[in-house]
């Protein structure tokens, strides 16, 4: 068995391969492995349990409990770390007159947040290994050995999971929730392949927490931020039984849902940086091309000159263009002098337009004139070719990431 203070090489097991090949039909509080299993645990891993709270203190105490019979029974050496967000309804206290020093609290007042705690959390742990888990009971504190188990065979994050075989919900979780978990779920695919990458029930090695590039999470889906931030490949998933709340209020609004979707665009950025700023790029293309179009068409009924109507429509958008692609495509370079970039986007632009011309020429009297429809074959690729050209001068010389860096400093 690996050593859970080591990060393994690349597993050959799939996360498939993590679940469990024949559960026993689950109760919600969930169940353990045999002692010899997690008596080789409590020695290899001793782990910290993060738990982000804001006003669960009604749920605090049931949680504390299973968490400590799990420690007394099966001999496991466990820490709890609560990061509350400042919720003054009594949590501070209930910690204060438990006493136990296996139990910590940390009461957060700035930047408050379920992902922000959990991050604070993990920092002020003890121990090599990190458990995440929710405070409403929803999540098994007995299906913790099961994720410590699977981190020993090679995994490098373990979820426990709702949607593989093995794992349930409990009946009045409703459809409406579970459409809501997979669609989540489907927009995060091409960053994950794991079956419920929005599970907040998960495990991971400090080392690879540590290891994480520029954590900047938004919301409350900390999992996906650290499977694609900390570069993990391996990804195991264990059935567990979740469980509704029973105390207390859900504290899942529209705006969190809202705030899934900005957290989504920051990782895709992330992990597929130059295709996404194309794609945004070539969004604001077409936006610009719509502009375009309303207001030569404007100009044209107000009685301008054709040569006035396509010279309107033309810098009208090259300005739109210009703010759309400084304000969300390149975000980043908004600090930097406006008119010396807008000058440099309209000599990119320029020399796109020329690019352009050029190539479609080109193509069409040396390969394409005598292909029916050579002509618009032409124009096609020499607009690819401009706005390949446009994109990469934007990209790597206007809105160039050093350039604001020197900016900045």
């Known amino acids: 068995m690996t050593s859970i203070n080591s990060r393994p090489g690349q597993s050959t097991l799939s996360s498939n391969d993590m679940t469990e090949p024949s559960p026993d039909k689950q109760s919600p509080s969930g169940s353990a492995d045999s002692s010899s299993s997690l008596a080789q645990i409590s020695v290899l891993a001793p782990i910290s349990v993060v738990v982000p709270t804001y006003e669960e203190a009604e749920n605090l105490p049931f ?8 420690r007394e029974t099966e001999g496991i050496d466990l820490e709890l770390i609560i990061a509350d967000d400042n919720s003054q309804d009594g949590t501070e206290e209930l910690v204060r007159e438990l006493d136990e020093d296996w139990v910590r609290l940390i009461v957060r007042k700035k930047d408050r947040g379920l992902s922000p705690s959990v991050i604070e959390g993990f920092q002020a742990a003890r121990h090599p290994v990190l458990v995440c888990m929710d405070a409403d009971l929803s999540h098994p504190p007995e299906k913790i050995p099961n994720l410590i188990l699977a981190l020993e065979s090679g995994q490098e994050l373990v979820i426990g999971s709702r949607y593989v075989p093995g794992a349930s919900t409990d009946d009045e979780w409703g459809l409406g929730r579970w459409l809501n978990s997979r669609v989540a779920t489907l927009m995060a695919y091409p960053l994950t392949k794991a079956k419920d990458p929005m599970a907040g029930f998960f495990a991971l090695r400090r080392s690879d927490f540590e290891s994480a590039h520029r ?9 996906l931020e650290l499977i694609v931030k900390c570069g993990i490949r391996n990804v195991g998933e264990v059935p567990i039984h979740f469980t509704d709340r029973v105390r207390g209020e859900s504290k899942l609004s529209f705006t969190e849902q809202l705030k899934y979707i900005q957290h989504l665009r920051r990782l895709y950025m992330h992990k597929f940086e130059n295709a996404m700023y194309l794609l945004q790029f070539l969004t604001v293309g077409v936006s610009g091309l ?3 179009l309303c207001v030569l068409t404007l100009l ?17 958008s090259l300005v739109t263009n210009f703010l759309l692609n400084r304000r969300f495509t390149f975000s980043y370079a908004r600090e930097g002098n406006i008119w010396r970039q807008f000058a440099g986007f309209v000599a990119v632009s320029f020399v796109g337009l020329v690019v352009n011309y050029s190539l479609a020429l080109t193509m069409q009297r040396v390969w394409l004139e005598d292909v029916w429809g050579g002509l618009q074959l032409a124009a096609i690729i020499g607009v690819a070719a401009g706005v390949t050209c446009n994109f990469i001068g934007n990209r790597f010389v206007v809105f160039k990431k050093s350039h604001v860096r020197k900016r900045a400093e």
């Open 63 to 70: 949680l504390i409990d299973r968490l400590r019979s799990l």
């Open 215 to 223: 954590l900047n999470p938004v919301g409350y889906k900390i999992a």
């Open 290 to 292: 719509i502009v375009n």
């Open 300 to 316: 044209s009924l107000l009685g301008a000159i054709d040569e006035v109507a396509l010279a309107g429509g033309v810098l009208v």
